[in-house]
C-alpha cells in the first residue's frame, strides 16, 4: 500500500465526524435525561488502529477533556453506519459510567 492510499484510508470526512458527534450528543441526552445529571462532552480522536473499532479512555492529563473517545478511521471509512449507530454508544456508555461513578467516589471498569 503506497503513502497516499494510506492517508487516503485514514482520513475521515467531516461529514463522518458530524454523524459521531451526533451520535455522542444523543446519547449524553439521553443520559442526562435517564440520570437526571449533566455529563462532560468527551474528547474525540480518530486515532486508534487494529481490530478494535472503538476505545473509551480515562486520560487525567488531556488538555481538553479527561474523557476521550478513540476512533478507528479505517472501520469507520468502512463501516461508517454500524460504527454511528453501535460502537460510538458503547463507548458512550463507558464515559457515562465512569462519570456517573467517578461523582460517587466508586472506582469502576471497563469490560
Avoid at 461529514?15 to 437526571?36: R, W
Avoid at 486520560?59 to 460504527?83: A, C, G, Q, T, W
Wanted: with cysteine; glycine share 6%.
Amino acid at each position: 500500500m503506497t503513502r497516499y492510499e494510506l492517508q487516503k484510508k485514514l482520513h475521515v470526512t467531516q461529514d463522518k465526524k458530524n454523524k459521531v458527534d451526533t451520535a455522542i450528543q444523543d446519547c449524553l441526552y439521553m443520559a442526562e435525561k435517564m440520570f437526571g445529571k449533566g455529563f462532560t462532552y468527551p474528547e474525540v480522536r480518530y486515532d486508534l488502529v487494529g481490530r478494535a473499532a472503538g476505545q473509551a479512555v480515562y486520560d487525567r492529563f488531556s488538555n481538553k477533556s479527561p474523557h476521550v473517545i478513540r476512533v478507528n478511521p479505517i472501520l469507520l471509512n468502512e463501516n461508517e453506519s454500524y460504527i454511528v449507530n453501535q460502537t460510538v454508544p458503547h463507548e458512550m456508555a463507558h464515559v457515562v459510567v465512569h462519570q456517573f461513578y467517578e461523582a460517587r467516589g466508586i472506582q469502576v471498569r471497563g469490560h
